[in-house]
T-cell receptor
Framework: SQTIHQWPATLVQPVGSPLSLECTVE??????LYWYRQAAGRGLQLLFY??????ISSEVPQNLSASRPQDRQFILSSKKLLLSDSGFYLC???????????FGQGTRLTVV | QKEVEQNSGPLSVPEGAIASLNCTYS??????FFWYRQYSGKSPELIMF????GDKEDGRFTAQLNKASQYVSLLIRDSQPSDSATYLC??????????FGKGTKLSVKP
């Protein structure tokens, strides 16, 4: 069966510090991978998606970036965090576009 | 701007009642629709998907889709306190990625 791992679960970082969140998927090949952010009282905002290694599409301009160095690994990064980057970050995978997405456990990021 | 709209609630129902959650979408190209349940502080969990007009039943859950009206609903029969959560509706947009509504908070009172 397929599983998705995302870490860390919680993170407190100072403004201006770098960020690296990692997500890995097991039990499937060539999944679509997604990074979402959910701010307090707001819906799920798609940040990045990837349909293959090295292929990254950005949905929202921001100081975040994403990379997919391996088929089942997706990384979200920032060089300098802003207060507005606080939120609940969710990695997800699906077998293809328009199909159901399955979420990791999420990372609660607080920028102070 | 393609959108999925949901009433934010809270929707409060007594234990054992039917909870009815509704969602409308703007993208006529959407072909697939999903309902997720999200407990406070947790990640969304898929509970139903529907691709065709009509009803789809799975246990106490029934999803309904009306493409002509661009309307999706989720019925929860015999609601339990453990069903208290935020329910997210999502549509598979014509660009392929899922577009989520902001969610409806459901409270089931014992």
């Amino acid at each position: 069966s397929q599983t998705i791992h995302q870490w860390p679960a919680t993170l407190v970082q100072p403004v201006g510090s770098p960020l690296s969140l990692e997500c890995t998927v097991e039990g499937t090949s060539n999944p679509n991978l997604y990074w979402y952010r959910q701010a307090a009282g707001r819906g799920l905002q798609l940040l990045f998606y990837s349909v293959g290694i090295g292929q990254i599409s950005s949905e929202v301009p921001q100081n975040l970036s994403a990379s997919r160095p391996q088929d089942r690994q997706f990384i979200l990064s920032s060089k300098k965090l802003l207060l507005s980057d606080s939120g609940f970050y969710l990695c997800a995978w699906s077998v293809g576009t328009g199909r159901e997405a399955f979420f990791g456990q999420g990372t609660r990021l607080t920028v102070v | 701007q393609k959108e999925v709209e949901q009433n934010s609630g809270p929707l409060s129902v007594p234990e054992g009642a039917i909870a009815s959650l509704n969602c409308t979408y703007s993208d006529r190209g959407s072909q697939s629709f999903f309902w997720y349940r999200q407990y406070s502080g947790k990640s969304p969990e898929l509970i139903m998907f529907i691709y065709s007009n009509g009803d789809k039943e799975d246990g106490r859950f029934t999803a309904q889709l009306n493409k002509a009206s661009q309307y999706v609903s989720l019925l929860i029969r015999d609601s339990q306190p453990s069903d208290s959560a935020t329910y997210l509706c999502a549509g598979g947009g014509s660009q392929g990625n899922l577009i989520f509504g902001k969610g409806t908070k459901l409270s089931v009172k014992p």
